[in-house]
């Protein structure tokens, strides 16, 4: 029961509804709607395949000029889905004028109801410009005048609050809030202005946020399709900018065209997607360290070159096992070595497949390898190595529904001899396999006594460690693997697979201690008689 200062501070007030089956808006109606103390209740039918960011995307649109704030988004069944908003009299308007009625992108009409009134700020005592405000000061770094708005969407302090700055109205909002949250000035000081992972296509603002310090701009992994949608910046001094991952950039075939036309809306750009560009006439080629595509499996590859490397530096590479796909091809080619200690380590390489030195080139179908285990035999001879990390570069070469190939190049020394880094190049095609793993289908090694960069050789990044291997603690990731090592458990034990997926549990899922734990326990006969039993 409501208490009797409750009462006296919120009028009382009769939920009224809104259907899209007779569509109205009435001045009582429009009243209750602008009134700050109650939330409103939008119940969205005919949903079917539609996604709900979708469909609120949508309704917040066909509300423009007025911004709304969706709060508590629910999907109540597989053709409902209700969400709450706070004094839209505006917004409602212009759904009724709609009919209440919207069209999808794929041609689904949705309908809305309103339950206007539906419920009062006392019940749920929720601001949301006061939390996008506060979401919006820890967003700002002040020393640098950094402002990193990435991925907004899914700010974890916004609560239930749905606020998608891929809409030019919520984004102008937003930007209104950062004056509350950060400054109160009437241009935000910021020099650094980020914005990935936001799905925005176009800047589009009718107010002038930003002060002249703005300098850089990041619009990675953006959904931008013309570079004439970011207008809005051209009178600003933007000397870096990062377009990377954005629909534009797959508009030009030649890189001059491209910077060329970021130029013409940026005409003090020094520096885009990380490359310096103001060096006309130079005849400086345009090079990116680390070529990883739109970002999306990024992730992905930065930990297989982790894994892959990290094994093969293993003393015993048979850890390796299980990394190549039963029919994967091999090969490895020795490039030109000057050094002599190279020379003695590379005899080693038996299997050197450059067809510029061949004699008998029968031996050219001998020395392209064919299976797992011709494969990590010919790795399991080659000498001990470490790899120089922060000298790798990556190249991310095509991506197919199941496969990939990627690039790695950079510096490995050689453990048990002391000589300078050589230098290699591995290209990889990645094949997706069950339960999200991924194998190795085709691996072509090269390497030579000359590093691609002499200066990286003689740098202190190459200096890096020759004695120890890297730490590696084997894990198990996906059911099948857990599977195989139970199966194998139970037919080297005849335990049942209760008892064998205790032993692995217990031993962190390592076969060798389990076996180990097994055995000491059987030989003092302190296995139950039940592990034995189907």
């Not at 308007?93 to 999808?104: A, E, P, W």
């Not at 299997?351 to 050219?364: G, H």
Request: hydrophobic share 40%.
């Amino acid at each position: 029961m409501a208490s009797t200062e409750d009462t006296e501070s919120i009028p009382a007030w009769e939920p009224l509804r809104l259907t899209y089956i007779k569509p109205s808006f009435n001045n009582q109606e429009s009243i209750l709607a602008a009134r700050q103390d109650l939330w409103h209740k939008f119940i969205v039918y005919n949903i079917r395949q539609c996604q709900l960011k979708e469909i609120m995307n949508r309704i917040i649109l066909a509300c423009d000029p007025e911004v709304l704030l969706p709060v508590k988004c629910k999907e109540e069944s597989s053709n409902k889905s209700t969400f709450l908003v706070k004094s839209a009299s505006a917004a409602i308007q212009n759904l009724v004028n709609q009919g209440l009625c919207l069209t999808m992108l794929n041609g689904n009409e949705i309908r809305i109801d309103i339950v206007l009134g539906f419920l009062s700020v006392t019940q749920l005592p929720l601001n949301p410009n006061k939390i996008v405000a506060q979401a919006l000061y820890y967003r700002y770094e002040r020393t640098k005048k950094v402002l990193n708005l990435d991925d907004f969407e899914n700010e974890k302090s916004l609560c239930s609050i749905y606020c998608p700055i891929s809409v030019p109205r919520v984004l102008q909002f937003v930007l209104r809030c950062t004056k509350v949250g950060i400054n109160h000035d009437t241009t935000l000081p910021v020099r650094e202005l980020s914005l990935k992972y936001n799905k925005i296509t176009a800047i589009l603002l009718f107010e002038k946020f930003f002060n002249y310090h703005l300098t850089k701009l990041d619009l990675r992994y953006n959904n931008i399709g013309d570079v004439d949608y970011l207008r809005y910046f051209s009178e600003f001094k933007i000397s870096e900018l990062w377009l990377d991952g954005n629909p534009l950039c797959a508009k030009y075939s030649k890189c001059r065209d491209y910077v060329q036309a970021v130029k013409n809306v940026f005409p003090h750009l020094q520096k885009l997607d990380g490359i310096i560009i103001d060096t006309e006439q130079k005849f400086v080629p345009i090079l990116q360290s680390n070529f990883l595509r739109d970002g999306t499996k990024t992730c992905l590859i930065k930990q297989f070159v982790k894994h892959y490397f990290t094994l093969y530096d293993q003393d015993d590479r048979q850890v390796m096992n299980g990394l190549y796909d039963r029919d994967a091809l091999y090969s490895m080619t020795l490039g030109p070595i000057v050094n002599y200690v190279h020379k003695q380590v590379t005899k080693t390489f038996i299997i050197n497949r450059n067809l510029l030195k061949f004699v008998d080139y029968a031996k050219c179908q001998e020395f392209l390898l064919r299976g797992p285990e011709k494969i990590m035999s010919a790795l399991r001879s080659q000498p001990p190595t470490i790899h120089n990390f922060k000298s790798f570069h990556v190249d991310f070469l095509y991506e197919g529904k199941t496969d990939l190939a990627i690039s790695v190049q950079g510096l490995f020394s050689f453990r048990d001899v002391a000589c300078p880094p050589m230098f290699f190049s591995k290209t990889f095609i990645i094949m997706q396999k069950e339960d999200n793993e991924y194998c190795i289908t085709n691996d072509q090694y090269y390497i030579d006594g000359t590093p691609a960069n002499s200066n990286v050789s003689s740098s202190s990044e190459s200096k890096f460690d020759t004695k120890t291997s890297p730490k590696f603690v084997p894990a198990v990731f996906s059911v099948s693997e857990k599977e195989q090592l139970l199966s194998f458990l139970h037919e080297l034990t005849t335990m049942n697979m209760k008892f064998c997926h205790q032993y692995l549990e217990e031993a962190n899922w390592d076969i060798r201690t389990a076996i180990t734990t097994f055995m000491n326990m059987y030989t003092v006969n302190n296995v139950p008689p039940e592990a034995f039993l189907l």
